[in-house]
């Protein structure tokens, strides 16, 4: 059994900053990459951003530069700190954990708005 809960979505201001926090039942290390996916009203699901279990981390041209994903494999959690946030970012944020080549994992999703 695995399951996956977010957490450290809310209401922000443009420009500011969330932490998204994603806890896992299990050690994180049995899955194969981690990441963040989004869904805005009306739009398909998107990936935000990974890290896979060798360290390496993948983003989406939107959120370069201003979004870092990073896990604490001691919490068996996945974090995604998110700074000077636009109102397009306004989403639903999923966890996802991956164990290849056909074990999909999704947590139940945390809101993020971002006003301005």
């Known amino acids: 059994q695995v399951q996956l809960v977010e957490s450290g979505g809310g209401l922000v201001q443009a420009g500011g900053s969330l932490r998204l926090s994603c806890a896992a039942s299990g050690n994180i290390f049995r899955f194969n990459s981690m990441g963040w996916y989004r869904q805005a009203p009306g739009k398909q699901r998107e990936l935000v951003a990974i890290?896979?279990?060798?360290?390496?981390?993948n983003y989406a041209d939107s959120v370069k530069g201003r979004f870092t994903i990073s896990r604490d494999n001691a919490k068996n959690t996945v974090y995604l700190q998110m700074n000077s946030l636009k109102p397009e970012d306004t989403a639903v944020y999923y966890c996802?954990?991956?164990?290849?080549?056909?074990?999909?994992?999704w947590g139940q999703g945390t809101q993020v708005t971002v006003s301005s």
């Open positions: 996802n954990a991956v164990i290849f080549p056909n074990n999909y994992y």
């Open positions: 890290t896979t279990s060798g360290g390496s981390t």
